[in-house]
């Protein structure tokens, strides 16, 4: 059986996995702290699997799905904090009329609905 393939593709998944958390910084680490965890709890599955074992397959498999799915919903994340705060900024210099500030509260309330759509941890906390 060759592993070459597995150990590559286990290599990308590594380095991307590395990569994506490098992007988190304390703004977003709640948010991503479940699919994090997913990732991280498939790594302890796979620590005790040799090169030869019938399972190297499958777990590749499903850490780079995980890997992937996580550096999806980092990258999704990080765009959205980054509107948030664009629009966090335009209340402060729009003009002072009711409907100036709810529009942009409702652009705000927007993301923030797509963010619990899209199932992020602990959004609740962070919202406050």
Known sequence: KLVYPFAMA???AVRTYAQTCSKIDSNIEAL?????KEV??????????KWDSDRLEPFVKRFADKVFLFQ????????????IHQHIDALSSCALQQEAFKEQLDLIQKIVDELNLASFSNLASWVR
């Open 72 to 83: 999806e919903k980092v990258n999704d994340l990080i765009s959205k904090n980054e509107e």
């Open 40 to 49: 991280q709890t498939i790594i302890s599955e796979g620590l005790p699997l």
């Open 32 to 36: 991503v702290a479940a699919y994090q």
């Open 10 to 12: 286990l290599k990308d």
